[in-house]
């Protein structure tokens, strides 16, 4: 049974860091392009930052030179680095593994975890 586990969420102030971890399982984790998502009350879900298998990364304007987004295939775990964090970044962030196969999307979702920016 496939299982993204997301972890690192909490509560920070204005101007401080998180690192969230996405640990899989039971997939070929180098062969799938990971993201992180978000969403916040309210909205809709927002791609945060992307890795494909190769390593490529790319990220949404508002976080860019703020977050990081990597990945280290022996743990089978994508991590993404915040910083300078405001309130408008408080949100659920969830991680998805992605890939095609045979011309047909596979892709698995997190359970997602809070991520609170407050004073």
């Known amino acids: 049974q496939v299982q993204l586990v997301e972890s690192g969420g909490g509560l920070v102030q204005p101007g401080g860091s998180l690192r969230l971890s996405c640990a899989a399982s039971?997939?070929?984790?180098?062969?799938?392009?990971m993201g992180w998502y978000r969403q916040a009350p309210g909205k809709q879900r927002e791609l945060v930052a992307a890795?494909?298998?190769?390593?490529?990364?790319n990220y949404a304007d508002s976080v860019k030179g703020r977050f990081t987004i990597s990945r280290d295939n022996a743990k089978k775990t994508v991590y993404l680095q915040m910083n300078s964090l405001n309130a408008e970044d408080t949100a659920v962030y969830y991680c998805?593994?992605?890939?095609?196969?045979?011309?047909?999307?596979?892709?698995?979702w997190g359970q997602g975890t809070q991520v609170i920016v407050s004073s």
């Open positions: 890795i494909t298998s190769s390593g490529t990364t």
């Open positions: 998805k593994a992605y890939r095609t196969a045979w011309g047909s999307p596979i892709e698995y």
């Open positions: 039971a997939i070929t984790f180098s062969r799938y392009d």
